[in-house]
Every structure is written in C-alpha cells, then in structure tokens.
C-alpha cells in the first residue's frame, strides 16, 4: 500500500464495516490482507495518534471537533498530521463544519479489527 493510498473498508448493507481481512487464526494471511492490517496497526502504533483514536471514539456522542481533542501535548499542525494518518488508514472519518473539522471513528472499525485479531476464529 504505497502511503498516499486509503484503505477502504467495505460496507455491508446495513452500514456495519466488513472485516478488513479473515480472522488470524482462519491462515496465513495473503500479501494484501497483512498490508492492510499493517496499515491500521501502524496508524495506531504512534502514543499520540492512540490517544487522539481514544479521545474520539470515547467523546459523547461518538464524533469530536478538533478543538475538543487537540490538546495531547503537541502542536495544532502536528495533530492535524495525526489526524491525517489516521484518516489515511480507514480507521476515522471527517466532516468539516464551518471553519472546524469534525471526526468519527471509521463506522464498526473497532469491532472489525477485533474481528480480525479473534483467536477463536
């Protein structure tokens, strides 16, 4: 997945998220799915981008402005950067609304990547 790529998650009908790849524990992973669940891991293995993921998915009612997440101890552009990596890897959406961008987690991103990592196949 070169780094300008997004992951794209499909949707089922009903909104939820397929799982981005079969459970670990169904064999060996093919060359794709390992790149897209390395994507995911990657964009969450940075402490800052863990904390701003938590701070949305736990913010009331489900969404957050980046003027309610921002302060995780780094500069406005560099959480902005965070935020894109996020974004780039599937695993939050964004809407702006008038001069402030708002983020959701990715609709079941959560539970298709426990999907994934499911030891009871």
Known sequence: MSK??????????NGDVVPCCPPITAGELS?????KMAAMF?????????????KIASHPGGEACV???ADVGVSQPTVSHHLKKLREA???TSERRGTWVY?????????AMAAMLDLRG
């Open 4 to 13: 300008s790529e997004v992951a794209e998650l499909p949707l089922l009908q």
């Open 67 to 69: 003027c309610d997440i």
């Open 31 to 35: 060359q794709v799915d390992a790149e």
């Open 90 to 92: 599937g695993l939050l």
């Open 42 to 54: 990657k964009a969450l293995s940075d402490p800052v981008r863990l904390r701003l993921f938590s």
């Open 103 to 111: 983020y959701q987690v990715a609709p079941s991103v959560v539970a």
